[in-house]
């Protein structure tokens, strides 16, 4: 199976801020990255997908990048609302794997 | 507009096997590249995925849990249906399915929390 790794695992951060979650795949995934944000009691949301592309409605503010093994999800401007865990996603082969997410907290 | 809705027991008891339903709309599990899939949170755990069945009927299974799980689908009842059997209280979770389309994950539904106790 690919592991997905991320970094940090928790993050503060105040609004306004602009941060970076990493994300690294144990072999070459291409482009194949999916990035989801997940706040309690909901279901998870796509934000980004083919590593850069992103999804329909999701705000500007969400842009990612990377190829092959390493990616990053970058929140410029952070938001009250993006308060959240935020979790990549291989879509190279299955199984599918997540990584460990990273928590986005209030500074 | 496309929806998707988890439906199963609440609570099993350790041994059992679990059966949980996902039922949508506003896509066919019959067109060419559609995917439904599942995947669980465990309480303060990351996101798991678990299967995922294909429109041709192709099926794909978590590496560790395989030999406990069996995804199925009824295209006519736009439903489809994951087992998994021998359940333990490590597999407390909420239970989500979800669409995928062209290698992502696009719609989820809200999940379904299955407590495992005696």
């Known amino acids: 199976d690919i592991q997905m790794t991320q970094s940090p695992s928790s993050l503060s951060a105040s609004v306004g801020d602009s941060v970076a979650i990493a994300c690294r795949a144990s072999q070459t995934i291409r482009t194949y990255l999916n990035w989801f944000q997940h706040k309690p009691g909901k279901a998870p949301k796509l934000l980004i997908f083919?590593?850069?592309s992103l999804q329909s409605g999701v705000p500007s503010r969400f842009s990612g990048s990377g190829s092959g093994t390493d990616f990053t999800l970058t929140i410029s401007s952070l938001q009250p609302e993006d308060f959240a865990t935020y979790y990549c996603q291989q879509s190279y082969t299955t199984p599918r794997t997540f990584g460990q997410g990273t928590k986005v907290e209030i500074k | 507009q496309v929806t998707l809705r988890e439906s199963g027991p609440a609570l099993v008891k350790p041994t059992q096997t679990l059966t949980l339903t996902c039922t949508f709309s506003g896509f066919s599990l019959s067109t060419s590249g559609m995917c439904v899939s599942w995947i669980r949170q465990a309480p303060g755990k990351a996101l798991e995925w678990l299967a995922r069945?294909?429109?041709?009927?192709?099926?794909h299974y978590s590496t560790s849990l395989k030999t406990r799980l069996t995804i199925s689908k009824d295209t006519s009842k736009n439903q489809v249906v994951l087992t998994m059997t021998n359940m333990d209280p490590v597999d407390t979770a909420t239970y989500y399915c979800?669409?995928?389309?062209?290698?992502?994950?696009?719609?989820w539904g809200q999940g379904t929390l299955v407590t495992v106790s005696a």
């Open positions: 979800a669409r995928e389309v062209v290698t992502f994950l696009d719609y």
């Open positions: 069945i294909d429109w041709d009927d192709d099926k």
């Open positions: 083919a590593a850069s």
